[in-house]
């Protein structure tokens, strides 16, 4: 007991470390998961260019896949960037962009006096795609808007956002918009959780090592399946330093959740402390980190928002029915196993083959 209990505090200083070391970040996005929406709205854009946002407003991304530069424009006017057939290049004569905790909240004037400096281009890709942050497409400060602190309930317009597109000539703009947008009740999610750590819970108490590592399996697998459409949604960064940053302890406790399925179908003790081991670090992240999605309109990831939830209630759920099981009934030898097996199967009792009629 004392070896696990030492496993435990170290599985979750190693899960907590990379998770304040996030939040300590200036720019940590409030709307990751969270009532805060940017979205593109209807726009004029030059036949063959794509424009998406990416990642809730945390970055923009333009393709031109036509044979004539597209120009972005800043607020104020100044040419940042030119996309064309020979690429993507950033205007060296500007300054370099405000540091993303630079970003603002309300709507403040646009500055101005850099429009008139003769661009200066270097190249910084050879693919005709750019990717920036605009701070005005996002909501980068930890205090919320006043109308929303005013009336939480209801869904509000925080403002319109344009970037201005300069091709052959013309002028183009692509336009998104900043909205809060209510979350849902989280009490469906709650039930759905209770009843299935209730149920994992009996099915583990009651039929011995193999609904445990059913309930190991299940655990993994939804813990895994949230965690790699959490990356993979965090499109505006980079997937292997999300992963060696944040990831690499969670990777450790589905590591751990895997060899206690394999031990505990094999029959072995130690199987059961293992899927508790798994059932505290992956508990922990569902229940102290992923849980705002059950209230969050918007979450950034790689799945429809429901199924997200579907996976933290999943993760949840059988994380407290497996760490119950163990608790309850901690010590389990191969011989127990093998009898509780014997038991849930009455014709292999004896060894004899029940026969057919």
């Known amino acids: 007991m004392a070896r696990l209990a030492a496993l435990v505090a170290v599985l979750l200083l190693a899960l907590a470390a990379p998770a304040s070391a996030h939040d300590a970040d200036a720019h940590t996005p409030p709307d990751r998961v969270g009532d805060l929406r940017s979205a593109p709205i209807a726009s004029s854009l030059p036949p063959g260019v794509e424009f998406r946002v990416v990642q809730n407003g945390e970055a923009l991304w333009l393709r031109n896949s036509t044979r004539t530069d597209v120009v972005v424009l800043d607020p104020d006017g100044a040419q940042r960037y ?120 009996l099915l583990g108490l009651a039929h011995g090592q193999r609904p445990l590592a059913a309930a190991a399996a299940v655990l993994v697998a939804a813990s895994a399946t949230h965690g790699i459409a959490t990356i993979l949604g965090r499109q505006a960064e980079n997937s292997w330093t999300v992963l060696q940053h944040e990831y690499l302890p969670i990777v450790l406790a589905w590591l751990i959740g895997a060899a206690a399925v394999v031990l505990l179908v094999t029959a072995r003790g130690t199987g059961r402390w293992f899927a508790a081991l798994a059932a505290v670090g992956l508990g922990a992240v569902a229940l102290l980190q992923d849980l705002p999605v059950w209230w969050s309109s918007t979450s950034v990831v790689a799945l429809p928002i429901d199924v997200d939830r579907a996976l933290v209630s999943i993760t949840a759920g059988a994380a407290a029915g497996i760490l119950f099981t163990v608790l309850r009934a901690p010590n389990i030898t191969r011989s127990d196993a093998v009898t509780a097996t014997q038991r849930s199967e009455p014709g292999r009792a004896d060894g004899v083959l029940p026969q057919g009629r």
């Open 82 to 201: 030119q996309i064309g057939p020979d690429g993507a290049a950033v205007n060296a004569a500007l300054p370099a962009e405000a540091t993303p905790s630079g970003d603002i909240s309300e709507d403040p004037e646009k500055s101005s006096g850099d429009a008139a400096t003769a661009p200066r281009w270097q190249r910084i890709s050879t693919e005709p795609v750019v990717q920036w942050h605009d701070h005005y497409a996002h909501w980068g400060d930890a205090t919320l808007p006043s109308q929303v602190l005013a009336d939480p309930d209801h869904e509000h317009l925080i403002r319109a956002w344009q970037v201005d597109l300069v091709s052959d000539g013309t002028t183009y703009q692509a336009r998104g918009e900043l909205r809060w947008v209510p979350g849902p009740s989280p009490l469906p999610w709650i039930l759905v959780t209770v009843s299935l750590a209730i149920a994992a819970a």
